[in-house]
């Protein structure tokens, strides 16, 4: 019988890594033959880490914190998704050719239209930091055609610099700070690290209404503080583990050219949180 086919999931710390779980379910679904595992690269060993599972017969691999921003840079190749973000969370090993791309931002979207049936065309959207989260999101997000995308950031120049990088081609986005931002608006995504301390953007109440969906890429068990802002003000909430497990589709995709289900498997993680 021929050798299942190698992935993994690279990172530091990488042992709460849902991935190896989740990526099982798409191959036994996708009757696809692979195996995938968790790797700990040390933190100044990344480029070792991937060559060698490289070498070892890797066709491909997740990255996580802290090395998307070194995964960027030992890629050959790069989609056009992981040049705007200007991190790689997926790589492909083609001979050769170390292709790097971003599916973070395509979960995003994917969560919120395919899952929680929201359309992003035509909506005023409120994108929340300008750190590595932030910058795989905007791409796709212009992508759905909202008819405003506004970064705000606590250091105003952050947010600045990164709508003025798509602004030659995309009109409708814009920059601010949290303390000058006027609502409401359809749309608000919690890309910051503030639920990490369960602490949220230090943003006005009245950004939200009955119609806002208000996401959060961080899950949890309970809502996050930013989530239970938002619903206390009318707004509905939602976390980002759809957004987990529709970026690992589209990785998935990249990496077999076959399209998971997602729904069962994230109705099993969210019943195991």
Do not use: C
Request: glycine content about 10%; charged content about 20%; hydrophobic content about 50%.
């Amino acid at each position: 019988m021929n050798r299942p086919d190698r992935y993994a999931v690279i990172g530091h710390p990488v042992a709460h890594s849902k991935s190896p779980d989740i990526h099982a379910r798409f191959a036994a679904q996708t009757k696809q033959h692979l195996i995938y595992e968790r790797l700990l690269a040390p933190l100044d060993g990344f480029v070792a880490s991937v060559q060698a599972f490289a070498k070892g017969g890797g066709r491909g691999a997740n990255i996580t914190v802290p090395f998307k921003l070194e995964a960027h840079a030992l890629a050959t190749a790069l989609t056009e998704r992981a040049r705007a973000a200007g991190a790689v969370n997926t790589l492909k090993f083609d001979g050769d050719t170390i292709l790097g791309d971003n599916t973070d931002g395509i979960g995003l979207v994917a969560d919120i239209v395919k899952n929680a049936g929201i359309a992003i065309a035509g909506k005023r959207v409120l994108l929340l930091g300008a750190g590595g989260a932030a910058r795989g999101a905007v791409l796709p997000l212009l992508f759905e055609h909202p008819a405003e995308l506004v970064i705000a950031n606590r250091t105003r120049s952050k947010a600045d610099q990164l709508a003025l990088q798509f602004a030659a081609h995309h009109r409708n986005i814009g920059a601010s700070d949290f303390a000058a931002l006027h609502g409401p608006f359809d749309i608000i995504i919690n890309a910051t690290s503030a639920s990490l301390a369960a602490d949220m953007p230090p943003i006005s109440s009245a950004l939200f209404d009955s119609g806002t969906l208000a996401y959060d890429m961080m899950y949890g068990r309970e809502a996050t503080v930013f989530m239970r802002f938002a619903m206390q003000h009318g707004a509905t909430a939602r976390d980002g583990l759809g957004m987990l497990v529709e970026q690992a589709a589209e990785s998935f995709f990249v990496w077999r050219g076959v399209r998971p289900d997602t729904a069962s498997v994230f109705a099993e993680l969210r019943a195991k949180l």
